[in-house]
């Protein structure tokens, strides 16, 4: 059964950071393509961040130079650095891993920026 499990979401205040984490079960993990995504209240879902089984990384243009995602194969785990964070970064971030066709979703962590 593959599982993942976000953690790390929390309040900050603007300008802060935090670092997301999503660990993977029941998958070959350094197979799959990950990503980080994000839905606001009354918004889609979109995805924030991507990195690849070559470790090569994409970015929405909203948090380039202010994210990073990153993954560690040896631990099942990926990760999302936050820094500078904004009110409009405010979501539920979703952790997606995608095997060929298939694809799997975590539950989700809230970040929440806020004064």
């Known amino acids: 059964q593959v599982q993942l499990v976000e953690s790390g979401g929390g309040l900050v205040q603007p300008g802060g950071s935090l670092r997301l984490s999503c660990v993977a079960s029941?998958?070959?993990?350094?197979?799959?393509?990950l990503a980080w995504y994000r839905q606001g209240s009354g918004k889609a879902r979109e995805v924030v961040a991507g990195?690849?089984?070559?470790?090569?990384?994409t970015y929405r243009d909203s948090v380039k130079g202010r994210f990073t995602i990153s993954r560690d194969n040896a631990k099942n785990t990926m990760y999302l650095q936050m820094n500078s964070l904004k009110p409009e970064d405010t979501a539920v971030y979703y952790c997606?891993?995608?095997?060929?066709?298939?694809?799997?979703w975590g539950q989700g962590t809230q970040v929440t920026v806020s004064s």
């Open positions: 990195i690849g089984r070559g470790n090569s990384t």
């Open positions: 997606n891993a995608a095997l060929g066709p298939r694809a799997y």
């Open positions: 029941g998958i070959i993990f350094s197979n799959a393509g």
